[in-house]
Protein backbone atom coordinates (compact mmCIF):
# COMPACT_ATOMS: atom_id res chain seq x y z
CA UNK A 1 0.00 0.00 0.00
CA UNK A 2 1.27 3.38 -0.87
CA UNK A 3 0.59 6.40 1.01
CA UNK A 4 1.16 9.83 -0.46
CA UNK A 5 2.32 11.34 3.19
CA UNK A 6 2.18 10.32 6.70
CA UNK A 7 0.39 12.90 8.41
CA UNK A 8 -2.32 11.17 10.66
CA UNK A 9 -5.62 11.88 8.48
CA UNK A 10 -3.81 10.74 5.34
CA UNK A 11 -2.48 7.68 7.00
CA UNK A 12 -5.86 7.05 8.63
CA UNK A 13 -7.85 7.71 4.88
CA UNK A 14 -5.53 5.08 3.22
CA UNK A 15 -5.98 2.43 6.47
CA UNK A 16 -10.04 2.71 5.85
CA UNK A 17 -9.72 2.20 1.72
CA UNK A 18 -6.85 -0.92 2.47
CA UNK A 19 -9.87 -2.20 4.47
CA UNK A 20 -12.21 -1.31 2.87
CA UNK A 21 -11.78 -2.86 -0.62
CA UNK A 22 -8.88 -5.07 -0.82
CA UNK A 23 -8.06 -6.52 2.49
CA UNK A 24 -10.32 -9.44 2.21
CA UNK A 25 -9.72 -9.95 -1.44
CA UNK A 26 -5.96 -9.93 -1.33
CA UNK A 27 -5.51 -12.44 1.39
CA UNK A 28 -7.64 -15.07 -0.33
CA UNK A 29 -4.45 -16.78 -2.06
CA UNK A 30 -2.67 -16.68 0.98
CA UNK A 31 -5.45 -18.18 3.19
CA UNK A 32 -6.04 -21.34 0.50
CA UNK A 33 -2.12 -22.21 1.56
CA UNK A 34 -2.81 -21.82 4.99
CA UNK A 35 -5.77 -24.13 4.74
CA UNK A 36 -4.28 -26.61 2.98
CA UNK A 37 -0.60 -26.46 5.13
CA UNK A 38 -3.22 -26.62 8.13
CA UNK A 39 -5.45 -29.53 6.37
CA UNK A 40 -8.77 -27.21 6.44
CA UNK A 41 -11.87 -27.91 3.82
CA UNK A 42 -9.73 -30.51 1.73
CA UNK A 43 -12.59 -32.18 1.63
CA UNK A 44 -14.68 -29.09 0.40
CA UNK A 45 -12.12 -28.00 -2.25
CA UNK A 46 -11.96 -32.31 -3.67
CA UNK A 47 -16.04 -31.77 -4.03
CA UNK A 48 -15.83 -28.90 -6.30
CA UNK A 49 -15.13 -31.59 -9.07
CA UNK A 50 -17.58 -34.33 -8.29
CA UNK A 51 -21.53 -34.63 -8.47
CA UNK A 52 -22.17 -35.09 -4.78
CA UNK A 53 -24.79 -37.91 -5.73
CA UNK A 54 -21.63 -39.70 -6.81
CA UNK A 55 -19.60 -39.00 -3.31
CA UNK A 56 -22.46 -40.84 -1.63
CA UNK A 57 -21.25 -43.89 -2.53
CA UNK A 58 -17.62 -43.85 -1.84
CA UNK A 59 -15.42 -41.71 0.43
CA UNK A 60 -13.68 -38.22 -0.43
CA UNK A 61 -9.75 -38.85 -1.11
CA UNK A 62 -8.26 -35.95 1.89
CA UNK A 63 -4.61 -36.37 2.10
CA UNK A 64 -2.56 -33.45 3.34
CA UNK A 65 0.30 -33.54 1.48
CA UNK A 66 1.08 -29.89 1.72
CA UNK A 67 2.57 -30.04 5.67
CA UNK A 68 4.41 -32.96 4.57
CA UNK A 69 6.86 -31.46 1.73
CA UNK A 70 6.86 -27.84 3.22
CA UNK A 71 8.00 -29.48 6.50
CA UNK A 72 10.39 -31.78 4.75
CA UNK A 73 11.89 -29.23 2.66
CA UNK A 74 12.32 -26.15 5.10
CA UNK A 75 14.90 -27.39 7.97
CA UNK A 76 17.10 -24.81 8.15
CA UNK A 77 16.51 -25.16 12.19
CA UNK A 78 15.35 -28.80 12.41
CA UNK A 79 18.81 -28.72 14.30
CA UNK A 80 19.41 -25.39 16.39
CA UNK A 81 21.80 -23.19 15.74
CA UNK A 82 24.91 -22.51 17.99
CA UNK A 83 24.07 -18.53 18.96
CA UNK A 84 27.31 -16.85 20.73
CA UNK A 85 25.70 -12.94 22.59
CA UNK A 86 25.77 -11.23 25.58
CA UNK A 87 24.28 -13.91 28.24
CA UNK A 88 22.05 -11.49 29.50
CA UNK A 89 20.71 -11.59 26.06
CA UNK A 90 20.89 -15.54 25.33
CA UNK A 91 18.73 -15.89 28.75
CA UNK A 92 15.41 -14.08 27.07
CA UNK A 93 15.28 -15.62 24.43
CA UNK A 94 12.51 -17.73 25.35
CA UNK A 95 10.94 -20.33 22.51
CA UNK A 96 12.78 -18.60 19.88
CA UNK A 97 14.12 -22.04 18.30
CA UNK A 98 10.65 -23.39 17.80
CA UNK A 99 9.47 -19.78 16.64
CA UNK A 100 12.01 -20.33 13.94
CA UNK A 101 11.02 -23.76 13.12
CA UNK A 102 7.54 -22.09 12.15
CA UNK A 103 9.10 -18.81 10.57
CA UNK A 104 11.23 -20.95 8.18
CA UNK A 105 8.38 -23.51 7.45
CA UNK A 106 5.85 -20.67 6.62
CA UNK A 107 8.51 -18.97 4.57
CA UNK A 108 8.34 -21.17 2.52
CA UNK A 109 5.02 -21.71 2.33
CA UNK A 110 3.80 -18.12 1.67
CA UNK A 111 7.30 -16.55 0.22
CA UNK A 112 7.13 -13.38 2.97
CA UNK A 113 6.03 -13.37 6.11
CA UNK A 114 6.15 -10.80 9.27
CA UNK A 115 7.70 -11.13 12.80
CA UNK A 116 6.48 -9.07 15.41
CA UNK A 117 8.87 -9.14 18.57
CA UNK A 118 7.93 -7.58 21.71
CA UNK A 119 9.19 -8.08 25.69
CA UNK A 120 7.23 -9.96 27.58
CA UNK A 121 7.60 -8.37 31.31
CA UNK A 122 5.82 -10.76 33.41
CA UNK A 123 8.31 -13.76 32.08
CA UNK A 124 11.17 -11.37 31.24
CA UNK A 125 11.99 -12.84 28.19
CA UNK A 126 11.57 -11.89 24.39
CA UNK A 127 8.51 -13.30 22.12
CA UNK A 128 7.32 -13.34 18.51
CA UNK A 129 4.07 -13.36 16.75
CA UNK A 130 4.43 -14.38 13.25
CA UNK A 131 1.96 -12.41 11.03
CA UNK A 132 0.85 -14.12 7.49
CA UNK A 133 -1.68 -11.88 6.96
CA UNK A 134 -0.34 -8.19 6.61
CA UNK A 135 -0.17 -5.30 4.18
CA UNK A 136 3.63 -3.36 3.98
CA UNK A 137 2.90 0.37 3.53
CA UNK A 138 5.31 2.70 1.56
CA UNK A 139 6.09 6.22 0.59
CA UNK A 140 7.00 7.16 -2.52
CA UNK A 141 10.67 6.20 -4.10
CA UNK A 142 11.33 4.28 -1.31
CA UNK A 143 11.33 0.37 -1.84
CA UNK A 144 11.48 -0.53 1.97
CA UNK A 145 8.52 -0.49 4.28
CA UNK A 146 7.76 2.63 6.46
CA UNK A 147 4.80 0.46 8.46
CA UNK A 148 2.55 -1.79 8.71
CA UNK A 149 -0.60 -3.23 8.90
CA UNK A 150 -2.54 -6.44 9.65
CA UNK A 151 -5.65 -7.37 11.55
CA UNK A 152 -6.04 -9.12 14.74
CA UNK A 153 -7.32 -12.37 15.06
CA UNK A 154 -11.70 -12.49 15.25
CA UNK A 155 -11.28 -16.52 15.22
CA UNK A 156 -13.70 -16.87 12.58
CA UNK A 157 -16.42 -14.73 14.06
CA UNK A 158 -18.27 -13.69 11.17
CA UNK A 159 -20.39 -11.33 13.09
CA UNK A 160 -17.19 -9.18 14.09
CA UNK A 161 -15.86 -8.47 10.55
CA UNK A 162 -18.08 -4.78 11.15
CA UNK A 163 -15.87 -4.01 14.08
CA UNK A 164 -12.84 -5.76 12.36
CA UNK A 165 -9.51 -4.30 14.67
CA UNK A 166 -6.30 -3.81 12.74
CA UNK A 167 -3.04 -2.55 13.90
CA UNK A 168 -0.63 0.19 12.25
CA UNK A 169 2.69 0.56 13.14
CA UNK A 170 5.45 3.27 11.67
CA UNK A 171 8.68 4.36 13.62
CA UNK A 172 6.74 7.28 14.78
CA UNK A 173 3.25 6.65 15.13
CA UNK A 174 1.35 3.36 16.18
CA UNK A 175 -2.68 2.53 17.40
CA UNK A 176 -5.31 0.37 16.30
CA UNK A 177 -8.00 0.79 14.10
CA UNK A 178 -11.72 -0.44 13.32
CA UNK A 179 -13.11 -0.87 10.09
CA UNK A 180 -15.10 1.96 10.74
CA UNK A 181 -11.81 3.70 10.51
CA UNK A 182 -12.30 4.97 14.71
CA UNK A 183 -8.64 4.87 15.97
CA UNK A 184 -8.09 2.94 19.25
CA UNK A 185 -5.50 4.61 21.29
CA UNK A 186 -2.68 2.25 22.81
CA UNK A 187 -0.83 5.46 24.87
CA UNK A 188 -1.56 8.67 24.88
CA UNK A 189 -0.38 10.02 22.17
CA UNK A 190 0.00 7.10 19.97
CA UNK A 191 3.83 6.89 19.82
CA UNK A 192 6.13 4.17 18.87
CA UNK A 193 8.17 4.12 21.99
CA UNK A 194 11.07 2.23 20.18
CA UNK A 195 11.15 4.39 17.56
CA UNK A 196 11.77 1.48 15.02
CA UNK A 197 8.93 -1.12 13.62
CA UNK A 198 9.21 -4.05 16.09
CA UNK A 199 8.64 -5.88 12.97
CA UNK A 200 10.91 -7.74 11.05
CA UNK A 201 10.16 -9.72 6.90
CA UNK A 202 11.50 -13.37 6.49
CA UNK A 203 11.81 -13.46 2.69
CA UNK A 204 12.43 -16.71 0.62
CA UNK A 205 14.42 -15.62 -1.48
CA UNK A 206 16.00 -11.76 -2.45
CA UNK A 207 13.44 -8.80 -4.20
CA UNK A 208 13.24 -9.70 -7.76
CA UNK A 209 11.58 -6.60 -9.66
CA UNK A 210 9.34 -4.69 -8.09
CA UNK A 211 7.12 -7.31 -5.90
CA UNK A 212 8.09 -6.72 -1.93
CA UNK A 213 5.73 -9.73 -1.06
CA UNK A 214 7.13 -13.05 -2.68
CA UNK A 215 6.06 -16.29 -4.36
CA UNK A 216 6.74 -18.73 -2.42
CA UNK A 217 6.23 -22.90 -2.65
CA UNK A 218 2.78 -22.95 -1.21
CA UNK A 219 0.62 -22.19 -4.21
CA UNK A 220 2.43 -24.86 -6.10
CA UNK A 221 2.19 -27.22 -3.74
CA UNK A 222 -1.21 -26.82 -2.94
CA UNK A 223 -2.19 -27.41 -6.52
CA UNK A 224 -0.34 -30.86 -6.30
CA UNK A 225 -2.53 -31.23 -3.25
CA UNK A 226 -5.88 -30.99 -5.14
CA UNK A 227 -4.66 -32.99 -7.69
CA UNK A 228 -3.49 -35.45 -5.76
CA UNK A 229 -6.88 -35.86 -3.44
CA UNK A 230 -9.08 -35.09 -6.73
CA UNK A 231 -6.89 -38.57 -8.83
CA UNK A 232 -7.12 -40.55 -4.94
CA UNK A 233 -11.22 -39.20 -4.66
CA UNK A 234 -11.51 -40.90 -8.41
CA UNK A 235 -9.84 -44.34 -7.52
CA UNK A 236 -12.13 -44.38 -4.30
CA UNK A 237 -15.08 -44.47 -6.86
CA UNK A 238 -13.15 -46.58 -9.19
CA UNK A 239 -12.92 -49.14 -6.62
CA UNK A 240 -16.29 -49.29 -5.60
CA UNK A 241 -17.37 -49.28 -9.65
CA UNK A 242 -14.37 -51.49 -10.27
CA UNK A 243 -15.88 -54.20 -7.30
CA UNK A 244 -19.18 -53.92 -7.63
CA UNK A 245 -20.01 -52.97 -11.34
CA UNK A 246 -23.16 -50.86 -12.52
CA UNK A 247 -26.22 -53.30 -13.88
CA UNK A 248 -27.12 -52.72 -17.04
CA UNK A 249 -30.69 -53.87 -18.77
CA UNK A 250 -31.45 -53.75 -22.29
CA UNK A 251 -34.64 -54.30 -24.22
CA UNK A 252 -36.91 -53.60 -21.68
CA UNK A 253 -39.61 -50.57 -21.95
CA UNK A 254 -40.64 -48.56 -18.69
CA UNK A 255 -43.82 -50.75 -18.84
CA UNK A 256 -41.99 -53.64 -17.65
CA UNK A 257 -41.38 -54.13 -13.85
CA UNK A 258 -39.14 -56.50 -12.92
CA UNK A 259 -38.06 -57.53 -9.22
CA UNK A 260 -34.15 -57.65 -8.28
CA UNK A 261 -33.36 -60.23 -6.12
CA UNK A 262 -30.48 -62.10 -5.44
CA UNK A 263 -31.76 -64.92 -3.74
CA UNK A 264 -33.83 -65.43 -6.95
CA UNK A 265 -33.60 -66.26 -10.62
CA UNK A 266 -34.24 -63.35 -12.63
CA UNK A 267 -36.52 -64.26 -15.50
CA UNK A 268 -36.08 -61.82 -18.30
CA UNK A 269 -39.30 -61.32 -21.36
CA UNK A 270 -37.89 -62.07 -24.80
CA UNK A 271 -35.28 -59.87 -26.26
CA UNK A 272 -34.17 -58.51 -22.59
CA UNK A 273 -30.59 -58.62 -21.97
CA UNK A 274 -28.98 -58.01 -17.91
CA UNK A 275 -25.13 -57.65 -17.45
CA UNK A 276 -22.85 -55.98 -14.71
CA UNK A 277 -20.85 -53.96 -16.40
CA UNK A 278 -17.33 -52.88 -14.72
CA UNK A 279 -15.23 -49.77 -16.26
CA UNK A 280 -12.40 -50.39 -18.25
CA UNK A 281 -9.65 -47.98 -17.00
CA UNK A 282 -7.09 -49.37 -15.02
CA UNK A 283 -7.23 -48.11 -11.31
CA UNK A 284 -3.17 -49.05 -10.62
CA UNK A 285 -2.72 -45.85 -14.14
CA UNK A 286 -4.06 -43.69 -11.39
CA UNK A 287 -2.35 -44.50 -8.87
CA UNK A 288 0.84 -44.10 -11.05
CA UNK A 289 -0.23 -40.50 -11.61
CA UNK A 290 -1.09 -39.56 -7.97
CA UNK A 291 2.92 -40.83 -6.86
CA UNK A 292 3.70 -39.10 -10.21
CA UNK A 293 2.00 -35.77 -9.35
CA UNK A 294 3.67 -35.87 -5.99
CA UNK A 295 7.00 -36.73 -7.00
CA UNK A 296 7.57 -34.20 -9.92
CA UNK A 297 6.54 -31.74 -7.31
CA UNK A 298 8.96 -33.09 -4.30
CA UNK A 299 11.88 -32.98 -6.70
CA UNK A 300 10.63 -29.11 -7.59
CA UNK A 301 11.64 -28.89 -3.71
CA UNK A 302 15.29 -30.83 -4.06
CA UNK A 303 13.02 -33.89 -1.94
CA UNK A 304 13.03 -37.59 -2.81
CA UNK A 305 10.11 -39.40 -2.24
CA UNK A 306 10.25 -42.67 -0.51
CA UNK A 307 6.90 -44.40 -0.46
CA UNK A 308 5.11 -47.05 2.22
CA UNK A 309 5.38 -49.92 -0.89
CA UNK A 310 9.04 -49.26 -1.11
CA UNK A 311 10.94 -52.19 0.54
CA UNK A 312 14.22 -51.70 -0.58
CA UNK A 313 16.56 -50.05 2.27
CA UNK A 314 19.61 -47.74 0.99
CA UNK A 315 22.63 -47.46 3.47
CA UNK A 316 23.50 -44.03 5.50
CA UNK A 317 26.21 -42.84 2.87
CA UNK A 318 23.44 -43.62 -0.60
CA UNK A 319 20.91 -41.11 1.44
CA UNK A 320 23.64 -38.74 1.31
CA UNK A 321 23.72 -38.71 -2.05
CA UNK A 322 20.37 -38.86 -2.86
CA UNK A 323 20.02 -35.87 -0.69
CA UNK A 324 22.91 -33.63 -2.56
CA UNK A 325 20.17 -30.77 -3.60
CA UNK A 326 18.63 -30.70 -0.40
CA UNK A 327 21.46 -30.19 1.47
CA UNK A 328 22.71 -27.43 -1.18
CA UNK A 329 19.21 -26.06 -0.73
CA UNK A 330 19.90 -25.86 2.65
CA UNK A 331 22.93 -24.17 2.96
CA UNK A 332 21.40 -21.66 1.14
CA UNK A 333 18.83 -20.82 3.11
CA UNK A 334 21.69 -20.80 6.13
CA UNK A 335 22.75 -17.87 4.14
CA UNK A 336 19.52 -16.01 4.52
CA UNK A 337 18.36 -17.05 7.49
CA UNK A 338 22.12 -15.52 9.16
CA UNK A 339 20.94 -11.78 7.97
CA UNK A 340 17.53 -12.33 9.51
CA UNK A 341 19.14 -13.30 13.21
CA UNK A 342 21.21 -10.23 12.60
CA UNK A 343 17.93 -7.68 11.54
CA UNK A 344 16.25 -9.69 14.78
CA UNK A 345 18.95 -9.04 17.14
CA UNK A 346 19.27 -5.35 16.37
CA UNK A 347 15.45 -5.18 16.82
CA UNK A 348 16.10 -7.28 20.05
CA UNK A 349 18.80 -4.84 21.55
CA UNK A 350 16.30 -2.20 20.78
CA UNK A 351 13.18 -3.35 22.57
CA UNK A 352 15.26 -4.30 25.28
CA UNK A 353 16.61 -1.44 26.09
CA UNK A 354 13.21 0.60 25.72
CA UNK A 355 12.73 -1.76 28.71
CA UNK A 356 16.11 -0.71 30.61
CA UNK A 357 17.72 -4.02 29.84
CA UNK A 358 21.46 -3.00 27.82
CA UNK A 359 23.59 -5.55 26.55
CA UNK A 360 26.53 -5.59 23.86
CA UNK A 361 27.08 -5.75 20.22
CA UNK A 362 28.45 -9.36 20.23
CA UNK A 363 26.41 -11.55 17.92
CA UNK A 364 27.09 -14.37 15.59
CA UNK A 365 25.24 -17.82 14.77
CA UNK A 366 26.53 -20.88 13.28
CA UNK A 367 24.12 -22.97 12.02
CA UNK A 368 24.06 -27.06 11.73
CA UNK A 369 24.27 -28.33 8.36
CA UNK A 370 21.64 -30.95 7.89
CA UNK A 371 23.07 -34.77 7.67
CA UNK A 372 21.38 -38.34 7.10
CA UNK A 373 21.14 -40.22 10.67
CA UNK A 374 24.10 -42.41 10.91
CA UNK A 375 23.37 -45.88 12.42
CA UNK A 376 24.32 -47.24 16.12
CA UNK A 377 27.36 -48.69 14.94
CA UNK A 378 28.15 -45.73 12.28
CA UNK A 379 28.01 -43.53 15.78
CA UNK A 380 29.87 -45.60 18.27
CA UNK A 381 32.61 -46.09 15.86
CA UNK A 382 32.44 -41.41 15.15
CA UNK A 383 32.91 -41.31 18.89
CA UNK A 384 35.43 -43.64 19.24
CA UNK A 385 37.57 -42.24 16.52
CA UNK A 386 37.05 -38.54 18.48
CA UNK A 387 38.04 -39.50 21.55
CA UNK A 388 41.06 -41.14 20.40
CA UNK A 389 42.33 -38.06 18.23
CA UNK A 390 41.27 -35.93 20.47
CA UNK A 391 38.64 -34.12 19.17
CA UNK A 392 35.88 -34.74 22.35
CA UNK A 393 35.89 -35.69 25.53
CA UNK A 394 33.36 -38.10 27.23
CA UNK A 395 31.85 -34.90 28.61
CA UNK A 396 31.01 -34.22 24.93
CA UNK A 397 29.13 -37.22 24.76
CA UNK A 398 26.68 -36.51 27.36
CA UNK A 399 25.98 -32.99 26.09
CA UNK A 400 25.17 -34.18 22.41
CA UNK A 401 22.58 -36.85 23.81
CA UNK A 402 21.26 -34.73 26.67
CA UNK A 403 21.50 -31.23 25.54
CA UNK A 404 19.35 -30.10 28.61
CA UNK A 405 21.61 -31.45 31.20
CA UNK A 406 23.55 -28.49 32.87
CA UNK A 407 27.75 -29.03 33.94
CA UNK A 408 27.26 -30.32 37.51
CA UNK A 409 24.35 -32.94 36.11
CA UNK A 410 26.73 -34.13 33.34
CA UNK A 411 29.98 -34.37 35.87
CA UNK A 412 27.32 -36.47 38.23
CA UNK A 413 26.49 -38.90 35.41
CA UNK A 414 30.19 -39.49 34.84
CA UNK A 415 30.72 -40.24 38.26
CA UNK A 416 28.45 -42.97 38.31
CA UNK A 417 29.14 -44.54 35.24
CA UNK A 418 32.58 -44.79 36.27
CA UNK A 419 31.70 -46.20 39.87
CA UNK A 420 29.58 -48.84 37.86
CA UNK A 421 32.26 -49.91 35.65
CA UNK A 422 35.18 -50.28 38.60
CA UNK A 423 34.02 -53.28 39.74
CA UNK A 424 33.57 -55.09 36.04
CA UNK A 425 36.33 -53.75 34.91
CA UNK A 426 38.59 -55.12 38.03
CA UNK A 427 36.99 -58.33 37.20
CA UNK A 428 37.91 -58.50 33.91
CA UNK A 429 41.68 -57.76 35.10
CA UNK A 430 41.80 -60.45 37.30
CA UNK A 431 40.30 -63.34 34.92
CA UNK A 432 43.03 -61.63 32.37
CA UNK A 433 45.95 -62.75 35.68
CA UNK A 434 44.26 -65.93 35.87
CA UNK A 435 44.49 -66.58 32.17
CA UNK A 436 48.02 -65.54 32.55
CA UNK A 437 48.80 -68.06 35.69
CA UNK A 438 47.65 -70.84 33.63
CA UNK A 439 49.31 -70.14 30.42
CA UNK A 440 52.66 -69.12 31.91
Not at 147 to 153: H, K, S
Not at 233 to 256: I, R
Not at 274 to 297: C, D, H, W
Amino acid sequence: MLIPDLSLQTIVQSLKDYIDTSHYNESQDRLKMMNYYEGINLEQEVMRFFDLNALQFAPTHAINITKKLIDARHIAYKSAPKRIADGRYLERLGDLNQDMIEVDRLTGLLGTIAVLRYYDEDKDRLDSNIITDFEPIFEQNNPNPIGIVYPLFSHGDVRVQEEQQFVYWSNESHFKIKKSGEIIHVNDEDINPFGVVPIIYSHLYPMIGNEFMRTGNGKMVANANLMYNVFGTQLSLGNMYQSLGQSVLTGVDESTRLKMDVSKMLVLPEGANYSIVSPSGSLAEIRQNMKFIIETTADALHLKMKWGSDSSSTSGEHQRIMEVDLTEAVMSDFERFRKFEKQRFKLDKTILETNNININDEYSVDFSEPHIPASPQQEREEWLWKWQNGLATKKDYFRHYNPDFTEEQITEVMEEVEQDAQPQQAEQAQTLVERLVQNG
